[in-house]
């Protein structure tokens, strides 16, 4: 892995500036915002494997959440993957709360989830809650956890291509005097944006034998 400051450099050679750290000290806040969004931009595409984790959470059984404090793993609603009660292979449906009343949802077996709304005080150390809220029990959670800003020191673990022609584009292109150079990387990060996603979509199928195989099986009288 590269740390923010290798990419920023790298990211100066491709522009035929000066490479050593502090010799561009504008251009180079610049290019890490642009590094820092690119990387964001990336992370959104798909649930890449290196900030993917499924964890087993116990359910406080009276509002809906898990007793685990939830901050520093799962920052947002929308990096919430699937939701599985412990020992089911069926996933947890979303609630769409204009199509059913889930306050009138009853029982201590988990049934959907929601996000926490807005006014909630549990909504950033617990983020979603399970309903009914008196469910109890284990839930296994798959998530992704998105890292903090970068600051220079700190390691980037995503493809140092993608990041590097990604923020060369967009720095060529605010600037706008190479319009050839800026077509061309352009095209070379679309390329490799490109290959990283159908590497992901072409990725091994799982043969764990819970899931490859059949769970139940039917007879049909002959006649």
Same mark, same amino acid.
């Given at each position: 892995?590269?740390?923010?400051?290798?990419?920023? &450099? @790298? +990211?100066?050679?491709r522009?035929? %500036?000066?490479?050593?750290?502090?010799?561009?000290?504008?251009?180079?806040?610049?290019?890490?915002?642009?590094?820092?969004?690119?990387?964001?931009?990336?992370?959104?595409?798909?649930?890449?494997?290196?900030?993917? &984790?499924?964890?087993?959470?116990?359910?406080?059984?009276?509002? *809906?959440?898990?007793?685990?404090?939830?901050?520093?793993?799962?920052?947002?609603?929308?990096?919430?993957?699937?939701i599985?009660?412990?020992?089911?292979?069926?996933?947890?449906?979303?609630?769409? %709360?204009?199509? @059913?009343?889930?306050?009138?949802?009853?029982?201590?077996?988990?049934?959907?989830?929601?996000?926490?709304?807005?006014?909630? &005080?549990?909504?950033?150390?617990?983020?979603?809650?399970?309903?009914?809220?008196?469910?109890?029990?284990?839930?296994? +959670? *798959?998530?992704?956890?998105k890292?903090?800003?970068?600051?220079?020191?700190?390691?980037?673990?995503?493809?140092?291509q993608?990041?590097?022609? *990604?923020? &060369?584009?967009?720095?060529?292109?605010?600037?706008?005097?190479?319009?050839?150079?800026?077509?061309?990387?352009? @095209?070379?990060?679309?390329?490799?944006?490109?290959?990283?996603?159908?590497?992901?979509?072409?990725?091994?199928?799982?043969?764990?034998?819970?899931?490859?195989?059949?769970?139940?099986?039917?007879?049909?009288?002959?006649?």
């Amino acid at each position: 892995m590269t740390t923010l400051a290798e990419l920023n &450099t @790298r +990211v100066q050679s491709r522009l035929s %500036m000066a490479s050593g750290t502090g010799v561009q000290t504008y251009a180079e806040d610049r290019i890490s915002e642009m590094i820092q969004y690119r990387f964001d931009t990336l992370f959104e595409m798909r649930w890449w494997p290196q900030f993917f &984790t499924f964890a087993t959470y116990t359910l406080d059984g009276t509002l *809906g959440v898990v007793t685990t404090d939830l901050t520093d793993l799962i920052k947002r609603y929308d990096d919430l993957a699937v939701i599985y009660v412990t020992d089911s292979n069926k996933p947890l449906t979303e609630v769409t %709360m204009t199509k @059913r009343n889930v306050l009138l949802l009853a029982g201590t077996t988990p049934i959907q989830f929601s996000g926490l709304g807005p006014t909630d &005080t549990n909504k950033t150390s617990r983020v979603f809650q399970i309903w009914p809220k008196a469910s109890t029990g284990t839930i296994e +959670v *798959g998530f992704r956890t998105k890292p903090d800003t970068f600051a220079p020191t700190d390691t980037v673990d995503f493809d140092d291509q993608a990041l590097i022609l *990604g923020a &060369t584009f967009d720095y060529l292109e605010d600037d706008g005097a190479n319009p050839n150079a800026t077509a061309k990387f352009e @095209r070379m990060y679309r390329d490799r944006e490109s290959q990283l996603i159908r590497n992901y979509d072409s990725g091994p199928i799982s043969l764990d034998p819970s899931t490859a195989l059949p769970q139940t099986f039917g007879f049909t009288a002959l006649t």
